[in-house]
């Protein structure tokens, strides 16, 4: 009997999976590609001395593809070339650290990437009013840093610490985050957060309507299915909301590139500010 019944299930997941595609995946994809562009090693990279910048990803997937280890990127700044490069990576908790050695060799501007394979990925498990996590912090301590002529080169400021930083909401199961579907790999915290902000545009804002009026649009869309819907009906199959927030999600990145190209090259400089005496 148990076999009848999943067969029966098997059948209708065959029938219903180029269904659930075509009214969802246009989605899907928008929200990766989002999440793909705020992944990509190197956007907004750590100092490590004034020669270098680096990089971690300790999730275990990144731009859509499922990988074996966490990830170290790293670069060096102002065109400078190093033949030899070697440091630490050390992730810690209060009862264990995980620690890698990595030698790299003609580090340039060109980014240099390496697996961190002692080091889990930051899996976060929570249990009752508890978070656990493999790790609370990662350190890169620069140990060798020689020129492109293979002399030893003075450094300073060689230790940077990174704290992770988690959505508890997708561990606790109240979002999605990396999900995979249709022999892909998508993450979906974009369409939360368009859901969120859904939520926000239904309710309106308490200083704008009526108390009651608002009290009643609160307890109605606190709802968080009768928001889906709301949302869902927008987005299925072609996603058009969701097509206008990235629009607007580009060009705010473009900006933001934009302000960085120029703050790097000191073409901004702080306003001038006049002080009463």
Do not use: C
């Amino acid at each position: 009997m148990d076999l009848h019944i999943g067969g029966a299930l098997s059948v209708i997941r065959a029938i219903l999976s180029p269904i659930e595609k075509l009214l969802f995946f246009r989605a899907y994809w928008i929200s990766s590609l989002v999440h793909s562009h705020r992944q990509v090693l190197g956007r907004f990279p750590h100092k490590l001395t004034e020669h270098l910048e680096y990089d971690i990803e300790w999730g275990k997937y990144y731009l859509g593809d499922k990988i074996n280890s966490p990830l170290f990127w790293i670069r060096a700044l102002k065109d400078e070339e190093f033949s030899k490069v070697v440091l630490s990576v050390t992730a810690s908790s209060v009862k264990v650290r995980y620690q890698d050695v990595l030698s790299f060799y003609k580090v340039g501007s060109t980014p240099t990437q390496a697996a961190l394979p002692s080091v889990p990925f930051r899996n976060v498990r929570i249990e009752g009013n508890r978070v656990y996590t493999p790790y609370n912090s990662i350190q890169t301590r620069l140990i060798e840093l020689h020129d492109k002529d293979g002399k030893p080169v003075d450094f300073y400021g060689s230790v940077s610490t990174v704290t992770p930083f988690d959505r508890l909401e997708v561990a606790m199961g109240l979002e999605k985050g990396d999900v995979e579907k249709w022999g892909e790999v998508f993450n979906l915290q974009f369409i939360e957060g368009e859901i969120r902000e859904e939520r926000i545009r239904l309710v309106g804002s308490r200083f704008t309507s009526l108390k009651p009026v608002y009290a009643l649009r609160a307890w109605i869309f606190g709802y968080d299915w009768i928001v889906k819907i709301n949302f869902w009906r927008k987005n299925l199959i072609y996603a058009t909301q969701l097509e206008k927030s990235f629009e607007k999600f580009w060009q705010q990145q473009l900006e933001l590139d934009e302000f960085r190209k120029e703050q790097a090259k000191g073409e901004i400089t702080p306003p001038v500010v006049d002080v009463i005496q």
